[in-house]
């Protein structure tokens, strides 16, 4: 449990404000109030006053411990991120670089995706794609490479696509899978292709146009054709999320069975972003059902919100996407409290409620925001964990 964690459940225990907490520690309130909510890191002396002043028996201590030495692997993991992308600008500079190096360059991107820091994901791509249009403008390919040189600008700048929208810009976002949806077609590309406009629907998701996000999910259905790949699972995924976004319940599962169906029929998948897993094909029906009136979609997305998260936890570390599973928790914990059930809405987004500031990308917000007003309805009024919820919610989000 991480210390932010530990002091919410021991001063609820304990039953104290944290105006009696400051008090007792001679700490200031607003400093502990960070604290509790992980805005603000805790040096060890005032773990230790919070410990003795809350009878913790070195609970808190333990947790912060803990805190600390994850800390300091992250920070090892970024070095190492570093150092791998000054080889990538090492690399890019080589003028001997081939065709094949480029390509492995985007699947390795594509792989790390959804666990790199969208700003690094991007800057890494852009350096990519850089190189990969200097060749083409410069003439710098085989007779056959073309193609391969455009399926890579394309791939990249849907890599661009993603990472913008993490940071919470669409209109970049859809200005990259644009060109990526060109160079597909350059390069004759169906899969990827297909692979865009499933992008392009989710970007409109993003800005709440969800008859244009029907509308290009539907378009890429109509290319897929009888392919074994996983773009058409996806897209009808997206197309559920569509629908229910518009109320339509009957088309939602609808749209989800027949990605139940189009999933038997896969034959391989891509590698990462350019991949919908079995974790993700269940992320997205918890995403897609939770929008609607609850009941018996509220109890079908809570499955299938909880199955995501539980394969994403029980695979190896380069196969989690941590990004899509606190989504997962967040689908999860919606999907309780359309249910009524506040305890279980509470428990599950917990975890995420001591996210650092630069893990709380553009899609956390918006869909926590969300969760905190249905915790803030009349129908939880005077229920003490809702309110406490929303308020740990709306208190992460800032001001």
Known sequence: MSLPDALRALRARAGISLGVLAARTHYDRSHLHHVETGRRRATRAVVEALDLALDADGELMTA??????????????????????????????????????????????????????????????????????????????????LPDLYAAVGRLSGVLAYALLDLGS?????????????????????????????????????????????????????????????????????????????????????ALNAAEDARERVQGDAPGLFGFSRAKQSYYAGSSLIWLDGGEDARRALRAATDAIAIWQSAPAGQRSLVDERLSHIYAATAHAQLGDVEGAADTVRPLLSLPPE??????????????????????RGNTTAHETAAAIRTLAGP
Request: glycine share 8%; net charge neutral.
């Open 359 to 380: 893990d709380r990308i553009s899609w956390i917000a918006k869909r926590m925001d969300r969760l905190a007003r249905l915790l803030s309805a009349p129908y939880f």
């Open 64 to 145: 912060w411990e803990h805190d600390e030495r994850a800390r300091r692997q992250d920070a090892a993991a970024q070095r190492t991120r570093a150092s791998a992308l000054a080889v990538s600008h090492d690399l890019c500079g080589l003028a001997e670089l081939e065709v094949s190096d480029l390509s492995e360059g985007v699947a390795e991107i594509a792989v790390v995706a959804r666990s790199t820091p969208p700003a690094l994901m991007a800057e890494r791509a852009h350096i990519l794609r850089d190189e990969a249009l200097h060749r083409i403008r410069a003439g710098q390919y085989s007779p056959t490479g």
């Open 170 to 254: 669409p209109r970049d976002a859809m200005r990259h899978a644009e060109a990526a949806a060109s160079c597909a077609e350059r390069a004759g590309d169906t899969e990827l292709a297909v692979w865009v406009a499933g992008t392009q629907s989710l970007i409109a998701r993003f800005q709440g146009d969800f008859p244009l996000a029907l509308d290009f999910a539907r378009g890429g259905l109509r290319r897929t054709g009888s392919g074994r790949g996983t773009g058409q699972a996806r897209l009808r995924c997206g197309e559920a999320q569509c629908l229910a976004n518009l109320g339509d319940s009957a088309g939602a599962n609808s």
